[in-house]
């Protein structure tokens, strides 16, 4: 099964951008369902955006609907987030996630099995 591991995170004024970057390694990624998910701290782990197997299908948090955007790219082995107008409540440790039982993984973090090391954003105000 495929290993994940995030980069990109770091401190941006409100009203900035972050592309996080999500690279894996260990197996066939193209096979894998994506979602990318966020915590901060005392809140529940928190539905961020998926992306299908292919790129074709996407869903999005309420929260970051028209903000963010979620990509893949298949040939590199890594799936993006592109975050825009960043607000200091998008403050929080971003984690990647993978499933390989399905095309598209959709919000729900407990059906997905394979998950990175976090990386840290912090949006400042």
């Known amino acids: 099964q495929v290993q994940l591991v995030e980069s990109g995170g770091g401190l941006v004024q409100a009203g900035g951008s972050l592309r996080l970057s999500c690279a894996a390694s260990?197996?066939?990624?193209?096979?894998?369902?994506m979602g990318w998910f966020r915590q901060a701290p005392g809140k529940e782990r928190e539905f961020v955006a998926a992306?299908?197997?292919?790129?074709?299908?996407?869903g999005y948090g309420d929260s970051v609907r028209g903000r963010f955007t979620i990509s893949r790219d298949n040939a590199k082995n890594t799936v993006y987030l592109q975050m825009n107008s960043l607000k200091p409540e998008d403050t929080a440790v971003y984690y990647c996630?993978?499933?390989?039982?399905?095309?598209?993984?959709?919000?729900?973090?407990?059906?997905?099995?394979?998950w990175g090391q976090g990386t840290q954003v912090t949006v400042s105000a």
């Open positions: 996630a993978a499933r390989g039982d399905t095309y598209y993984g959709g919000g729900d973090y407990s059906r997905y099995g394979i």
């Open positions: 260990g197996g066939t990624f193209s096979t894998y369902a």
């Open positions: 992306i299908s197997w292919s790129g074709g299908s996407t």
